[in-house]
Nanobody, 115 residues
């Protein structure tokens, strides 16, 4: 089991930026992938971005060109750089990782974008 601790959420104006962090217990290479998911009020959970063990990344169409997922393997930490934020980005953001054939979820961090 991997422990995931998210931070960096908060309130930001539309057009602003925010960087989320997800600290993982142990090496990032123990996971095949790590992802950011989000859930907005009244909406279904959405996969936002993924980074694999090899460093490959993928994004939801709704955030392409605005969000960047990255990692610092020395710090066992995954980041989500969020630029050009829109009110529709308002959601609880969760860090997700696989470990020993199981999915693990962080506690979530609230991101609120005001207009």
């Amino acid at each position: 089991q991997v422990q995931l601790v998210e931070s960096g959420g908060g309130l930001v104006q539309a057009g602003g930026s925010l960087r989320l962090s997800c600290a993982s217990s142990g090496s990032l290479f123990s996971s095949n992938y790590m992802s950011w998911h989000r859930r907005a009020p009244g909406k279904q959970r959405e996969l936002v971005a993924t980074i694999t063990r090899t460093g490959s990344t993928s994004y939801a169409d709704s955030v392409k060109g605005r969000f960047t997922i990255s990692r610092d393997t020395a710090k066992n930490t995954i980041y989500l750089q969020m630029n050009s934020l829109k009110p529709e980005d308002t959601a609880v953001y969760y860090c997700v990782a696989d470990r020993d054939y199981r999915l693990n979820w962080g506690q979530g961090t609230q991101v609120t974008v005001s207009s």
